[in-house]
């Protein structure tokens, strides 16, 4: 499971892609690492405050 995108990390992504010029491969992996860790993180906050996960 990931959250969706935000628009500050498609902002981000544009930028990388087209003005920074980096490996696309490594901007995509690294946009689907980042989102897996943030709903990672999410889960963690809400298990320990007991609220019931989804």
């Known amino acids: 499971m990931m959250i969706g995108y935000t628009v500050p990390e498609i902002r981000r992504l544009l930028a990388a892609l087209f003005v920074r010029h ?6 995509w ?17 809400y298990k320990r405050r007991g609220y019931p996960l989804r």
């Not at 980096?22 to 901007?27: A, D, L, T, V």
């Not at 992996?29 to 906050?45: E, I, K």
């Open 22 to 27: 980096h490996q696309p491969k490594h901007i």
């Open 29 to 45: 992996w690294w946009s689907r690492w980042r989102r897996r860790r943030q709903h990672q993180a999410r889960l963690s906050h």
